[in-house]
């Protein structure tokens, strides 16, 4: 069996807005494991969402749906791409023609450049004029929009309808969407603008072209003036360009010889390479790094509500702290210490691990559980406190090994399971007491047979069935009247 397809930790995020979205509208899914996986796989909130998320995404199909996604998206780039270097290719070919005519150099540079430019110049300013919130994708540039339509196009299934929303949700805070798709975008015009350049490679050194300048109403110091301009940049890089006097003679007719056609092939293929080619290579690469380097930092917004509301599930005040060592053949049972002198030995009463939604101590839980006001204590007892960290266990092991009490209500919460963990201590308060009863606290919301489990657990470390409280009121009338105690 093949191990399942990594998300990449920007997947993993939009995996998690798809499900906020979705529990938002219709409420949190169901996950059996939550409570102990996302714990255990994450120290910290955002990994909890994170695990939970994969979960759940695995379950409802929308994992599958992101990895598809990429595959989809990486598949047509590349088709983009080879596409948009042919097309580069064919606008050479028909800008420059068969040679049989005299090349307008004016008109073929704008016919090659014209569009690139005027796509830069909207380019930049929708970047300038970008906002920062919405909760919407902007910017990037209209080749990056087409291919990312493209994508989401060719999946129409339930599964992948809250992609594009849930994509915006997470990069349309800032710029990061538009550097992503700014990067796919100028990726497709430097594909373009290198057929361009390569046609016009091919073409020049395969046939003869003549090149020309024509005018009606500009003087032709106009185009001398242009000329020089336009080469000035591609001249620093060791490009041929013509001389005033190549361009003055040629407005008249083409030039007859070779270095006069070659200064204009170069000056061509320079201006392509300099105000073309590399500044979409260059913003290719920035808008990538710049990406990337976003890529870095996203994080979820653990601020938006439905995020919010997982924090009191995936983040409880009191965690189980479980066991990680091998289980023991045989639970360790309690060796009770000697009776106090007297019949008025101290009553202890603790809790191990309640749910945050539980009261304590003892008179408020029992009141809760009975629906009564609470009660005041006709005996006398000491309350142990909750025992949820390390530390709380430790000093609780201490006080009553040096003052053991004669009864140790130890409250447990029903929900959860008898584990190895909870019975061994357990097994240790009850060394320290004369007389031990385990009370189930929240019975009425336990599942079937959770009685019994913990009945079956308590018998292997010795303490029987008459041990165990499933009543709230038995169990505060233990604690409470020394007569009460038959241990």
Do not use: K
């Not at 996986?37 to 990994?47: N, V």
């Not at 620093?236 to 361009?247: I, K, N, Q, R, T």
């Not at 083409?254 to 200064?263: H, Q, W």
């Not at 204590?377 to 003052?403: H, I, K, N, T, V």
Request: with cysteine; proline share 6%; net charge positive.
């Amino acid at each position: 069996m093949t191990a399942p397809v990594s998300l990449s930790p920007f997947e993993a995020r939009w995996l998690a807005e798809i499900v906020r979205r979705h529990e938002e509208h219709h409420g949190l899914l169901e996950d059996a494991a939550e409570p102990a996986a996302a714990p255990a796989a994450a120290p910290d909130f955002e990994g909890q969402i994170l695990c939970r998320a994969d979960r759940l995404g695995a379950r409802q199909g929308w994992r599958a749906a992101v990895l598809a996604w990429r595959r989809r998206a990486r598949t047509l780039l590349l088709v983009a791409l080879a596409l948009a270097l042919v097309l580069g290719f064919g606008a050479a070919a028909g800008v420059l023609g068969d040679g049989s005519r005299p090349v307008n150099v004016v008109w073929t540079l704008g016919g090659l450049l014209g569009v690139h430019a005027l796509s830069l110049l909207l380019w930049l300013a929708a970047m300038a004029l970008q906002g920062r919130g919405g909760g919407r994708i902007r910017g990037g540039g209209s080749a990056g929009w087409m291919w990312l339509r493209l994508v989401a196009l060719f999946d129409r299934s339930r599964t992948a309808a809250d992609l594009p929303l849930a994509l915006g949700g997470l990069l349309g805070r800032g710029r990061l969407a538009g550097w992503g798709i700014g990067a796919a975008s100028h990726a497709l015009w430097l594909a373009a603008l290198l057929g361009a350049t390569a046609g016009v490679l091919l073409l020049l050194a395969t046939r003869r072209y003549g090149f020309v300048w024509e005018t009606t109403i500009l003087p032709a110091r106009s185009f001398v003036d242009l000329s020089a301009a336009v080469g000035a940049l591609p001249a620093l890089l060791g490009f041929p360009v013509p001389d005033a006097a190549m361009v003055t003679a040629s407005g008249a007719a083409p030039l007859a010889d070779e270095v006069g056609r070659r200064a204009w092939a170069g000056w061509l293929v320079g201006a392509m390479v300099v105000y073309g080619v590399l500044p979409r290579l260059l913003l290719a690469l920035a808008c990538a790094g710049l990406w990337r380097r976003g890529l870095g930092r996203l994080r979820l917004d653990l601020s938006r509500p439905g995020y919010a509301r997982l924090r009191a599930v995936l983040m409880p005040g009191s965690a189980r702290i479980g066991v990680s060592d091998p289980a023991p053949a045989v639970l360790p049972c309690p060796h009770r210490p000697a009776p106090p002198a007297g019949r008025g030995g101290a009553a202890v009463a603790v809790a191990i691990e309640l749910g945050d939604d539980l009261a304590w101590p003892p008179a408020a839980a029992a009141a809760a559980e009975t629906g009564a006001g609470r009660t005041r204590c006709s005996g006398a007892w000491e309350d142990g406190g909750r025992l949820d960290s390390r530390e709380q266990r430790r000093a609780a092991l201490g006080r009553l090994a040096a003052r053991p009490p004669a009864r140790l209500l130890v409250a447990v919460d029903a929900r959860q399971t008898p584990d190895r963990g909870t019975l061994g201590l357990v097994a240790e308060l009850a060394e320290r007491a004369v007389a031990t009863r385990v009370w189930l606290c929240a019975g009425a919301r336990a599942p079937a047979g959770r009685a019994a489990q913990w009945r079956a657990g308590l018998g292997r470390i010795g303490l029987d069935a008459a041990a165990l409280f499933e009543d709230a009121a038995c169990a505060q009338a233990w604690l409470e009247h020394p007569e009460a105690d038959g241990a």
